[in-house]
C-alpha cells in the first residue's frame, strides 16, 4: 500500500479484556517496529521485527504484551489483560532497511476503562 | 542506556520571530531524526541527519548535527503560524529510535 496502515484507529475496552492491533506496513518493508505513546510523550519502543523473526522485544513492558509477523508482512500486537495503564496511541512503522527511512502509521488509540 | 533530551519542553513565540530546539543525546550515534506530530495525528518525518556536520533546510527550519556534542538544533526561522506542533528528535540506537520528549511549539500571530 501507500502508506503504513494501522487498525483500529480507536479501540476502547473493559480492563482485564484482550486486544489486537493489527499493523499492515508498506509493500516490500522488511523491517517492522512497534511504539507506545503516552499522552504528552515522545514514542516509547516495544519491538522490532525484520522479515517474520522478532529481532528485539526488549521494550516489551511485561509478558501481557506479545506480537507476531507470521508471513513477514501484517503484524499483530496483542494485550492480554489490559490495564488503565495500557492506555496510550499505539505506532507502527516500517522500513525498506532496518534502521532507515522509517515511515509511521497514524497509530491505534487504545483505551482502557 | 541511551537517553534523548530535548529542551523547551514548551515553546511560545510570536509569529516572525527566530528560535532553536535542542537535542542532546547521551550515547555515540550518527543518525539522528526530527519529527513533527499535529494533534492526534502521527509523526510527520522533516529531516535524516546522517553525519557529523551535517545540516538540512526545508522551508523555515534548519537543522544540524553535531556528533562530537550529541547535540542537534532544529532552528526556526521567521515563525508563522502553520508550524505550531509538537516536535520530536530521535536518535538511531542501532535497533530502534530513541525520541526525546518532544517541544510543544505554539506560535502566536
Known amino acids: 500500500g501507500a502508506g503504513v496502515s494501522q487498525t483500529p484507529s480507536n479501540k476502547v475496552t473493559e480492563k482485564g479484556k484482550y486486544v489486537e492491533l493489527r499493523c499492515d506496513p508498506i509493500?516490500?518493508?522488511?523491517?517492522l517496529y512497534w511504539y507506545r505513546q503516552s499522552l504528552g510523550q515522545g514514542p516509547e519502543f516495544l519491538i522490532y521485527f525484520q522479515g517474520t523473526g522478532a529481532a528485539d522485544d526488549s521494550g516489551l513492558p511485561n509478558d501481557r504484551f506479545f506480537a507476531v509477523r507470521p508471513e513477514g508482512s501484517v503484524s499483530t500486537l496483542k494485550i492480554q489483560r489490559t490495564e488503565r495503564g495500557d492506555s496510550a496511541v499505539y505506532l507502527c512503522?516500517?522500513?525498506?532497511?532496518?534502521?532507515?527511512?522509517?515511515?509511521f502509521g497514524s497509530g491505534t488509540r487504545l483505551t482502557v476503562v | 542506556e541511551l537517553k534523548v533530551e530535548q529542551n523547551p519542553l514548551f515553546l511560545s513565540m510570536q509569529e516572525g520571530k527566530n528560535y532553536t530546539i535542542y537535542c542532546n543525546y547521551s550515547t555515540t550515534s550518527d543518525r539522528l531524526y526530527w519529527y513533527r506530530q499535529d494533534p492526534g495525528k502521527s509523526l510527520e518525518s522533516l529531516f535524516v541527519?546522517?553525519?557529523?556536520?551535517a545540516v538540512k533546510q526545508e522551508g523555515r527550519l534548519m537543522a544540524s548535527l553535531d556528533t562530537k556534542a550529541r547535540l542537534s538544533t532544529l532552528h526556526i526561522t521567521a515563525a508563522v503560524h502553520d508550524l505550531s506542533a509538537t516536535y520530536f528528535c530521535?536518535?538511531?540506537?542501532?535497533?530502534?529510535?530513541?525520541f526525546g520528549g518532544g517541544t510543544r511549539l505554539m506560535v502566536k500571530p
Open positions: 541527519l546522517l553525519s557529523n556536520g
Open positions: 530521535a536518535v538511531d540506537g542501532g535497533r530502534m529510535l530513541t
Open positions: 509493500s516490500g518493508h522488511t523491517a
Open positions: 512503522a516500517s522500513s525498506l532497511l532496518p534502521n532507515y527511512g522509517y515511515t
